[in-house]
T-cell receptor, first 114, second 111 residues
Framework: DTGVSQDPRHKITKRGQNVTFRCDPI?????LYWYRQTLGQGPEFLTY????????KSRLLSDRFSAERPKGSFSTLEIQRTEQGDSAMYLC????????????FGPGTRLTVL | GQQVMQIPQYQHVQEGEDFTTYCNSS?????IQWYKQRPGGHPVFLIQ?????EVKKQKRLTFQFGEAKKNSSLHITATQTTDVGTYFC???????????FGTGTRLKVLA
């Protein structure tokens, strides 16, 4: 257990539906990352926050994806009008910062779009 | 766009043999991290390298950061079955804490 939790762990939805995932990072960590990982690939950067500010968003992300981190604590990732290509593992990471900057990953939310 | 490639994609070794994975970036990196991911698990941090030419060791693992800060390697001496998994490098290509993960090297160790 890394101290990073994600909810839900699994989500099955029909194409066209909206889904929302939640990440609770390690409380004293200022930054929070969202990644997407498909089978056999490395984690793909989606976006990251410094406290409540969203500092970077991947150009690969369509307008259907949005993320928030109100009050700089937990974060949510919403996907609107899901497509089959959105099926993947969505990972949240909470970096320690400083010289080591270790990213602590949550267990992920596995999304299946039917 | 920014790319981080790793070779080989797969590696099968006999237990006790050495293993090396190479990470190459199309752009200069501010720093590089290495992670290990077991099947069904999430990435677990191994190390971060920051300085040009830096070499760090962790027991049987040796990590190197190239002089030009565009490549890195992970070498495992005398592999064990517990080393099985996929090894990823992740580079900060812009100094903005945006990490681009490599394509990964999947290691299988045959007992």
């Amino acid at each position: 257990d890394t101290g990073v939790s994600q909810d839900p762990r699994h989500k099955i939805t029909k194409r066209g539906q909206n889904v929302t995932f939640r990440c609770d990072p390690i409380s004293e960590h200022n930054r929070l990352y969202w990644y997407r990982q498909t089978l056999g690939q490395g984690p793909e950067f989606l976006t990251y926050f410094q406290n409540e500010a969203q500092l970077e968003k991947s150009r690969l992300l369509s307008d259907r994806f949005s993320a928030e981190r109100p009050k700089g604590s937990f974060s949510t990732l919403e996907i609107q009008r899901t497509e089959q290509g959105d099926s993947a593992m969505y990972l949240c990471a909470s970096p320690a910062g400083g010289a080591r900057d270790e990213q602590f990953f949550g267990p992920g939310t596995r999304l299946t779009v039917l | 766009g920014q790319q981080v490639m790793q070779i080989p994609q797969y590696q099968h070794v006999q237990e006790g043999e050495d293993f090396t994975t190479y990470c190459n970036s199309s752009t200069t990196l501010s720093n590089i991290q290495w992670y290990k991911q077991r099947p069904g698990g999430h990435p677990v941090f191994l190390i971060q390298l920051v300085k040009s030419g830096e070499v760090k060791k962790q027991k049987r693992l040796t990590f190197q950061f190239g002089e030009a800060k565009k490549n890195s390697s992970l070498h495992i001496t005398a592999t064990q079955t517990t080393d099985v998994g996929t090894y990823f490098c992740a580079g900060d290509t812009s100094g903005t804490y945006k990490y681009i993960f490599g394509t990964g090297t999947r290691l299988k160790v045959l007992a």
